[in-house]
Every structure is written in structure tokens, then in C-alpha cells.
């Protein structure tokens, strides 16, 4: 579970800033809060602001640094960092990142600090305790590490002596829990996975193909979603086809599949490009790949069934199917998901629709996933019936963007809505009035 984000000097956040799934006194909706080794963490969170006040900013910025800690940066290749531009001087400073999180029992904070072209900090402590443990720090290419750290039990003297060799090889321009994990050092696996598989960040357009894992293939749990939508789906089927002789899907699309499919682990795979929609799994028995095309099925007026191929519906319904194995995830293992905009493609019925889905059916109770996303729909502001006032965040800009949560605020009987409207809360946009506009003067 994420417990914390921070993010200084990057994009339009110059001074250090604090998104957070703390959850605060408040009793309403308590099934929405979690207890996590003696924090209570939210289940949720929506973020509102006005075009341009950094609200997708803030997941761009969490999206860098969790690319950037799998995947890390090619050997002299420079960081594509993106500094705050409106103070002099900013450029030539570094940005910095952290997450706090919950991760295999216990909690900790990552984080980091880089310029351009290279690491000037990168630390990992366990604060499961009321005292911080650190157990890597790193002031540019000097590294420490804790080795009376759980995490090191039972290290032998050749794992520490591989330790001080890695440390040493270490590039400047690459985060050192990035370069355990090529390097095949399993010391830090939880850590890295959780950045790898537990952290999901979607934005309004997937990447084209989007490719995404998940637990397992469930036939049931994908219908049982569609027909909680009311797609107008009877039922949806899965048709085999031959991946290899598919004309659908590109060359280098099959390529990425081959490369990233996780063989041997029971999971699969969901792919999404051009309107198309396949979920990949290995044949039982054979070890091959097996693509399975996802079909809607209709009734005509004679009850006769109708297959429908998905790039005949609507957006609406091509981003909920998009999201039905991002659901699953939530389902099947504990997962953060935080999708930028959900107003886009999606009516605010079923944006609505989707946050009580997760945090009010039972299927979703028995984990601690975690469903974040960003908007400025004004209907999902209900703080009676489906938030509590700690999961609503606001971020505004005047040069440079500042976050704040409804936490502790005394609303009374306050129309949320209309104050939001009216701008009470920040976060909207100011505009003025059409006839101090000069067109056609």
C-alpha cells in the first residue's frame, strides 16, 4: 500500500510537496481505511484541480520515478528530467523524489535525488518502527548499506564481498536498487517488485500496445464486471486464435510478448492496441502462448446470440475493458492503481460506479489494494454517500502547484459541490468574462 508521495523541483512543483493516503479521525465510511501495522492507510483517494493546475503533473511525476527505478536510464545517457522552468536557477538543481509504502509486512521510504546526467542521493530506510532504520544510503557514487537489516538475514561473506564489487560498478546516471535488480541481487526484490507489479499507473491514452499483467485469467470475474456496468453484453467469450499467424497484431508486438510474457508463474497477459483486445496465456501442459480474442455477445429480438468485435463499441466501453485486468489485479493480490482523468471516456456514471464498485462490493474487501485517481468531475464529490473527506484532494496553481485534502476541514452542511464550482476550494480555473474579450475589435 502506498502511504506517501513526495516530488520537489520537477514539472510545476518547485517546492516539495506531500500527497498522502493517511487517513485522518473521520468515522464515516470507516471499511474505507485500513490498518497497517499501527497507520491507517485509505483505500482510496480523488485528486481535483483545473486544466493546467498540475493534477496530471503529480502522476506524471510519480510515473517517472517509478520508470525510472524499473527500467533506469541507458550507460551514458543523460536523465530526461523536467525541472520547475519559473525560478531562475532551477535547472541547473536537482529534483527529488520519494514513496512511502507498504511492502512484504513492513514499511518503508525510497527515494532519491538526480540531476541530468546523474544520482547525487538514493536512500531506503524501514519505518515500520517509532524509530527510522536506513539501510542503503547513497551520496552520489559512496554507498552504505545496513547489514543488520533483516532484509540481509543469512548473507553470506561472498554475497557481502558481491555487495562491495556492485557498489563499485555502479553507474552514475543509474539508481542503485535499479542495478541490483540487472544485476540478478535478490536482496532488494520486494522492493523493485513493488515499483515493477504492485504500482500501476495509468494515463488517459495507454501506451499503444498496452500490455499489462495480472494474477491469473479469470473467465467469470471478467463478465461478472461487464454485466456490473450493464454494457448490454449478454456474455463476453474468448476465441482462440494462433498468435503466431495473426495479421492483426504487428510483428513487434508479438516481439514484446515473447519478451516480457512471465513464463511459468500461472499468470497472463492483457493486450489493447488499435481497438483490439487479447488476453495471453500459456497453453496448460505445452508452454506455449495462446492468444484469446475478446468477443461481446448480444441477443437479437429472436434470442438468437450475436458475436459484436470490440472495435464496434464505444470508448467508454473499449476503458472499462482496458481497466477490467487493472480490477482484477485489485481483486486478485494487494495493487495500487492510480489512473489519470478519469473523465475521460468514461461518463461520471461510470466513474462513479467504478470507485463504489471497489470500495463496496465484497470481492474487493479481502485485500489492501489501493484505487487513486485524478478528475475534475464534479458529481464524484460526494462525501456522504461515497468518500470521506480525507480521499478528496485539491491541487491549484499560481506558478507553481500546491496540494491540500479536505482532512480535518469542518464542512458542516456546506453544498460541496457548488462550493467547489463557485471556487471555495481553489482548483478551478479563472476565467473572465466573454466581454472583456477583444475578438473581432
Known amino acids: 500500500m502506498l502511504i506517501r508521495f513526495t516530488v ?15 487517513a485522518s479521525e473521520e468515522a464515516n465510511h470507516s471499511h474505507h481505511v485500513v490498518d497497517r501495522n499501527k497507520r491507517k492507510l485509505l483505500r482510496s483517494s480523488l485528486l481535483y484541480g483545473a486544466n493546467g493546475s498540475g493534477k496530471s503533473n503529480l502522476i506524471k511525476a510519480m510515473g517517472f520515478a517509478r520508470d525510472f527505478i524499473v527500467d533506469g536510464v541507458g550507460k551514458n545517457k543523460n536523465i530526461e528530467l523536467k525541472p520547475f522552468k519559473l525560478q531562475d536557477g532551477n535547472q541547473q538543481k536537482p529534483a527529488r523524489f520519494e514513496f512511502e509504502f507498504f511492502c512484504a509486512g513492513r514499511a518503508y521510504a525510497y527515494g532519491f535525488v538526480l540531476g541530468k546526467s546523474q544520482i547525487f542521493g538514493e536512500w531506503l530506510f524501514d519505518i515500520s518502527g517509532v524509530e527510522e532504520v536506513s539501510i542503503l544510503e ?11 537489516h533483516p532484509l540481509f538475514d543469512n548473507i553470506s561473506a561472498e554475497d557481502k564481498q558481491r555487495f562491495k564489487f556492485e557498489i563499485d560498478a555502479v553507474r552514475k546516471n543509474l539508481l542503485f536498487l535499479t542495478h541490483c535488480a540487472e544485476r540478478n541481487l535478490t536482496f532488494f526484490d520486494d522492493i523493485y517488485k513493488w515499483f515493477k507489479d504492485t504500482l500501476v499507473i495509468v494515463f488517459p491514452q495507454f501506451k499503444d500496445p498496452f500490455l499489462i499483467t495480472f494474477a491469473k485469467f479469470d473467465e467469470k470475474f471478467f463478465n461478472e464486471i461487464l454485466d456490473f456496468f450493464d454494457f448490454g453484453f449478454k456474455r463476453i467469450k474468448f476465441v482462440s486464435i494462433d498468435l503466431e499467424k495473426n495479421k492483426e497484431i504487428k510483428e513487434s508486438i508479438k516481439t514484446k510478448i515473447r519478451s516480457d510474457f512471465p513464463h511459468g508463474e500461472g499468470k497472463a ?8 483486445n487479447y488476453i495471453i496465456k500459456e497453453k496448460e501442459n505445452e508452454g506455449n502462448l495462446e492468444a484469446l480474442q475478446i468477443v461481446g455477445v448480444r441477443e437479437d429480438d429472436n434470442s438468437k446470440e450475436v458475436d459484436f468485435e470490440l472495435f464496434e463499441e464505444s470508448d ?23 489512473i489519470d482523468e478519469l473523465e475521460r471516456s468514461l461518463h461520471s456514471i461510470l466513474s462513479r460506479t467504478l470507485f463504489d464498485l471497489f470500495l463496496n462490493s465484497p470481492k474487493f ?17 460526494d462525501i456522504v454517500q461515497l468518500f470521506r473527506k480525507d480521499e478528496i484532494w485539491f491541487i491549484e496553481r499560481d506558478k507553481q502547484s500546491i496540494v491540500y485534502s479536505l482532512a480535518g476541514a469542518n464542512l458542516g452542511k456546506l453544498d460541496i459541490v457548488n462550493s467547489y464550482l463557485t471556487g471555495r476550494f481553489g482548483a478551478i480555473p479563472l476565467i473572465d468574462e466573454a466581454e472583456v474579450l477583444t475578438w473581432g475589435k
Request: proline fraction near 1%.
Open 8 to 22: 520537489e523541483n520537477y514539472l510545476s512543483f518547485n517546492q516539495r510537496i506531500d500527497f498522502n493516503m493517511l
Open 138 to 148: 547513497r551520496r552520489e557514487q559512496v554507498i552504505e548499506l545496513n547489514y543488520e
Open 365 to 381: 474487501k479481502q485485500n489492501h489494494s489501493q484505487l487513486i485517481g485524478t478528475t475534475h468531475e464534479a458529481t464524484l464529490l
Open 269 to 276: 497477459c492483457f493486450l489493447s492496441f488499435d481497438k483490439f
Open 316 to 338: 467508454g466501453t473499449h476503458r472499462i475493458i482496458d481497466l477490467i485486468p487493472i480490477l482484477m489485479n485489485l481483486y486478485q493480490k494487494d495493487t495500487v492503481v492510480v
